[in-house]
């Protein structure tokens, strides 16, 4: 049996967590919760199990409490904001510390840790809940994917219900906030607006955050205008039904008066903004995928603004404040921010410090054209520059702080964006204090001075302050609904500077009084021009006052790292296989993991009746070392050989075990992946009814095989959303294994290796640009032990269909249009060259289906191979063909994503061939 997909699944899942699961950890015991924690941030773990009790009370007073205690992990590894949860193998939230600071859709909260946990908190309440048959199939199989019936549901109902009850249960979020209301209503002014089975994770633009901003305007406006029971009715409603992917019956059935279309057309009706007089502005930018933010050097001739189409690496571009003409550029990471120090820009953007680390550094950008990392491991974000003074914001868990000494920081206080004015007297700042934002200034060399200028009123977000060259200030606020930019005047006037129907984000004045700013649009962000406006601005409101979480009503015990309760198994899956008259076995496949993934397995047993026989596997991976992660596996196969003549079973069964070491290193684009493994490879075999081995089968003798292999892969690959593959760079892997046959003299060596590269060629065509891409694989093996390899055949990646199984195959040595094994040898070499051009972006489901088509291409190839022995000619183009693939990326159960891939081979002799794929060949 096949177990590849067991390895990489134990291997693949703690990887994305983005938690580093070794060194020391506690946990917190409460009521409802396990809350694991380092002990650095152990202030910020009470702080935390005071907002989780607080939040499962609030969502418990409308909704299902789920079943057991809830692991929550906190996690202070990657420099991003963001939270994730899952209901199997067992409940369980993981939240990442850092606060937001420039992510227009998360600035709307009163604390990031009451705003995060709520709405990952709304996750586990609203999946775990199952009734009806859904509750009979985990009462036998326990708590096993797909088995979750909410899960099945449109992702803009998963996160539309999460960031309803964010704002729902917290006094902001992102349902109160301007930016899923801008999203929303400019898709609807483009004329492209995202219907109920179309607000899903396609790539076309708003891509990922359609889900959010359709499913939260649509549930708000749903509670709003028919009453709040009905979001817990749907929820309680949906837990049972047996077709868990309609949505709009089972709104119908708990009270909403319309249709599902007419209700989501209202919603997206009513994010509209008013009517406004069109003030012109003139596009200098569009269809971005990042918002350009534009900063204007001191001489007020350069503008620097980040470029991100979605078709390529991001860059940061400096052009002329003349003719917009692009000066220079340079390709950056995530979450990048900059400003101008001089004539220098300082950049702050991600990278891997460390195999799990993610941090934000510091880099200098001179006009010569040299790029520099000044700081490594710094966390720090949003450089601002004025007056020969660098400013910044030095993150730590849950908290961020001015890197400017004399700045009072109360407890709970979060800062915006810091910008010591051109001169350097003065300093202004966005803060986040008692739960509501202000703009703050003080004089530079008297920090303990503060002044709040403006202080937002409840639901709102005062951000992107800059100072003008008459030294007054422009931040953005929210007028009826929509951010607009303001100036706040020395004289302390305050105007309104921007009437943008769809909203204006970070201005920035040119020399001449020309206001830049960064707009939505259907399309994407936009960067563009006008001039400003002395509008009366409206007064705001007074902030509302932030009550803290109430104190615990039983102090949580604290303990070492509880990890048991979340790695024992929650599930089993039926499996099954069978081996002919050698034994057809039933059994169970599990997996777990600990909270904050130190150890994962997979285990599965199977049993054969008649004969009585047991096979199985069993699959660990640790990371309690961080840097390298151990694996150990061990498994027992039976096949069937055959039967002879005198009616003889003759089985097989094959006993494999492997350790190993895995060490990592990775940059934003680059890999580098070893891996040292000690292997064991066994087989015996069995006669039945039971007699001499040798009288019935002259070729099978027990064998053991010991040895090792070292495998090695690196590489660097620039990616992009709209690409239909990688656009640049390199892959390799190469492996060399070593066997011994343990009693005999036998041995061998297997070297095999495998290079892809990846290039640009031709202009844009529709969507994105096409690729040349090329795979070179070449083996040998020597030894007494009589290996060999095959060429032919068409690579497919290996797709898991459930209870045990999988479908596909990943081949080393493919040549499409021939079969499998067309050709042995002890040496064998191949190539594949393909053409991959973009078709259309579709971005839609097919009718009300949960199914979808994101993304479709055509590949044009063209493969070679040949296989031969010591002492033969290669002959590289003895197996050749050129083809064609029709490539499609499509969403299966509304977001599932599966690369499926119909080809047309025609081999250099012989008939055509028509076949099907899953995944990219490579």
Not at 869 to 887: F, I, K, N, T, Y
Request: aromatic fraction near 10%; charged fraction near 20%.
């Amino acid at each position: 049996m096949n177990r590849l997909w067991l390895l990489a699944l134990v291997l693949a899942g703690p990887a994305a967590a983005q938690v580093d699961p070794s060194g020391t950890w506690r946990t917190l015991h409460t009521e409802h919760f396990r809350i694991h924690f380092r002990p650095t941030y152990r202030v910020i773990a009470f702080q935390a199990a005071r907002e989780a009790e607080r939040a499962y009370r609030l969502l418990g007073s409308e909704l299902h409490p789920p079943r057991g205690i809830v692991d929550l992990t906190l996690a202070d590894d990657t420099d991003a904001p963001n939270g994730f949860a899952t209901v199997y193998p067992s409940n369980r939230v993981t939240i990442l510390l850092p606060p937001p600071v420039a992510d227009p859709a998360l600035q709307n909260y009163d604390s990031w840790l009451r705003l995060v946990i709520v709405h990952e908190l709304s996750h586990v309440f609203h999946l775990d809940r199952v009734r009806g048959l859904w509750s009979g199939l985990q009462a036998v199989f326990g708590r096993a994917p797909g088995l979750f019936p909410n899960q099945y549901q449109p992702t803009w109902v998963v996160e539309g219900l999460a960031t309803y009850y964010e704002s729902r249960f917290t006094g902001a979020g992102r349902t109160d906030g301007s930016f899923h209301r801008q999203v929303v209503a400019a898709d609807r002014a483009a004329g492209t607006p995202r219907t109920a089975w179309d607000a899903l994770y396609f790539t076309r633009w708003p891509a990922g955050l359609a889900p959010y901003a359709y499913g939260s305007r649509f549930f708000d406006d749903l509670a709003r205008t028919t009453g709040d029971s009905l979001v817990p009715r749907f929820v309680e409603r949906t837990a049972g039904q047996l077709i868990p992917y309609r949505v709009g019956r089972q709104l119908r059935l708990v009270g909403a008066p319309r249709a599902l279309s007419d209700d989501w057309a209202r919603a997206i009706l009513r994010a509209a903004p008013a009517e406004t007089t069109a003030v012109a502005s003139r596009t200098i930018v569009h269809r971005l995928r990042s918002a350009p933010v534009p900063r204007v050097a001191p001489d007020g001739r350069r503008v620097a603004y980040l470029y991100d189409d979605g078709r390529g690496a991001r860059r940061l571009r400096v052009v002329d404040a003349g003719d917009w003409r692009v000066l220079r550029s340079h390709r950056v990471t995530g979450q990048v921010s900059y400003d101008w120090l001089g004539d220098t820009l300082v950049v702050a953007q991600l990278g891997f410090t460390g195999r799990w680390r993610l941090r934000s550094d510091l880099y200098r950008w001179t006009p010569d054209g040299a790029w520099r990392r000044t700081t490594r491991g710094a966390r720090l974000i949003e450089p601002r520059a004025g007056g020969a003074t660098l400013a910044a914001l030095a993150l730590s868990p849950a908290h961020d702080a001015p890197t400017l000494p004399g700045v009072s920081d109360s407890a709970g206080t979060t800062w915006g964006a810091v910008v010591p004015s051109a001169d350097g007297h003065w300093v202004a700042a966005t803060r986040h204090q008692n739960g509501h934002w202000g703009l703050v200034r003080w004089p530079r060399a008297a920090p303990e001075s503060l002044t709040v200028l403006i202080e937002a009123p409840p639901a709102a977000v005062i951000t992107d302050p800059s100072w003008t060259p008459a030294g007054d200030l422009l931040y953005v606020t929210e007028v009826a609904g929509f951010p607009q930019a303001h100036l706040w005047t020395k004289d302390r006037r305050v105007l309104q500077v921007t009437a943008v129907p769809l909203g204006a984000r970070a201005p920035a004045l040119l020399a001449d009084g020309t206001l830049l700013f960064t707009a939505l649009a259907g399309a994407g962000w936009e960067l563009r021009a006008t001039r400003p406006l002395a509008l009366a601005a409206v007064a705001p409101g007074a902030p509302e006052s932030f009550d803290s979480a109430p104190p615990l009503s039983n102090p949580p015990r604290e303990t070492a790292y509880a990890e048991f309760a979340s790695l024992r198994p929650h599930f089993w899956i039926p499996d099954a296989f069978d081996a002919a008259q050698s034994g057809s076995f039933f059994g169970a496949l599990t997996y777990g993991t600990d909270a904050v993934g130190r150890y994962v397995y997979v285990a599965e047993g199977l049993v054969s009746a008649a004969p009585l026989r047991a096979q199985g596997s069993l699959v660990v991976v640790t990371h309690a070392l961080g840097n390298p992660s151990l694996d150990a596996s061990v498994s027992n196969d039976w096949s069937h050989v055959g039967v002879t003549s005198s009616g003889r079973v003759v089985s097989a069964a094959g006993r494999d075990a492997a350790v190993g070491a895995t060490l990592v290193a990775r940059s934003w684009r680059s890999y580098l992946s070893l891996r040292l493994a000690a292997e064991y490879e066994g087989t015996r075999y069995v006669v039945a009814p039971d007699t001499a081995l040798a009288a019935v089968c002259l070729g099978c003798r027990h064998r053991d095989l010991v040895g090792g292999s070292v495998g090695l892969a690196f590489g660097s690959l620039v990616t992009a959303p709209l690409a239909v593959s990688p656009l640049e760079g390199i892959a390799v892997s190469l492996l060399y294994r070593r066997r011994e046959e343990q009693g005999t003299a036998g041995w061998s060596n297997d070297v095999r290796g495998r290079v892809s590269l990846y290039a640009r060629l031709g202009p844009r065509v529709g969507f994105a640009t096409p690729v040349l891409a090329v795979r070179l694989a070449a083996g040998a093996t020597d030894g007494t032990i009589p290996t060999r390899f095959s060429v032919g055949g068409v690579s497919t990646g290996a797709l898991y269909v459930g209870f045990g199984q999988t479908v596909g195959r990943t081949r080393t040595f493919p040549v499409r249009g021939y079969d499998a094994g067309a050709l042995y040898g002890r040496r064998v070499a191949s190539v594949a060259v393909e053409y991959r051009i973009p078709l259309a972006l579709v971005g839609r489901s097919f009718g009300h289906l949960p199914f979808g088509a994101d993304k479709v291409s055509l590949v044009l190839f063209g493969d070679a191979g040949d296989a031969w022995d010591p002492g033969e000619a290669a002959r590289l183009h003895r197996l050749r063909s050129v083809g064609a693939e029709l490539v499609g990326d499509l969403a299966v159960s509304y977001d599932v994503p599966l690369r499926l891939r119909l080809g047309l081979a025609q081999p250099a002799a012989g008939q055509r061939r028509v076949y099907a794929a899953f995944a990219a060949d490579f």
